[in-house]
């Protein structure tokens, strides 16, 4: 290709007279979804393609995607994008904390407890640092007030003993 040999333009979804407008909205981060381009009648289904991907990547059925939308992308419900999704909210996390620590006072008598891996409130609470905070069952019982005005399909303790939080507070 010669220096002045531009690539030929993309001409897949919108046509060539639209590539300016294609070039505006990736710039401007307001890119198409499947879910705007099925509305406007450039595709035929509004599924998530990263979802489809995942799914078809672990011989799953491809029935019943969830709509390609921008909020559906950056959450941890894209099947395609969460683990980047969580990795980018654990990172942010970990930065908060850091912060705040970083800021705090010398008299201040909280403490952060980073968790360095994945551990859920069970796991934690037979820990020995974590027994010293509370018992286990006055921590359930307390986690029941809040369970219950949260709509859960398991049980609400099984629900509460089974997350997995990213760091804890304690004073």
């Not at 890119?31 to 979802?51: E, H």
């Not at 683990?83 to 654990?90: D, Y």
């Amino acid at each position: 290709m010669g220096a002045n040999h531009r690539a030929p333009c993309s001409v897949s979804i919108f046509g060539r007279k639209y590539a300016n407008r294609r070039l505006g909205m990736a710039v401007a981060g307001n890119t198409p979804t499947a879910s705007l381009l099925t509305k406007i009648g450039k595709m035929l289904s509004a599924g998530c393609l990263l979802c489809r991907i995942a799914r078809e990547a672990r011989g799953e059925s491809t029935d019943g995607l969830a709509f390609e939308t921008h909020s559906h992308i950056s959450s941890a419900g894209c099947e395609g994008m969460a683990t980047t999704v969580s990795a980018a909210h654990h990172s942010i996390w970990r930065h908060l904390c850091n912060s705040m620590h970083a800021a705090q006072k010398p008299k201040s008598k909280l403490k952060f407890l980073m968790l360095e891996k994945c551990s859920n409130m069970s796991a934690l609470w037979r820990r020995e640092e974590f027994l010293r905070i509370c018992r286990k069952e006055e921590l359930g019982e307390k986690a029941k007030d809040i369970e219950v005005t949260i709509l859960v399909e398991k049980s609400q303790e099984a629900h509460f003993w089974g997350k997995r939080p990213d760091g804890v507070a304690t004073t």
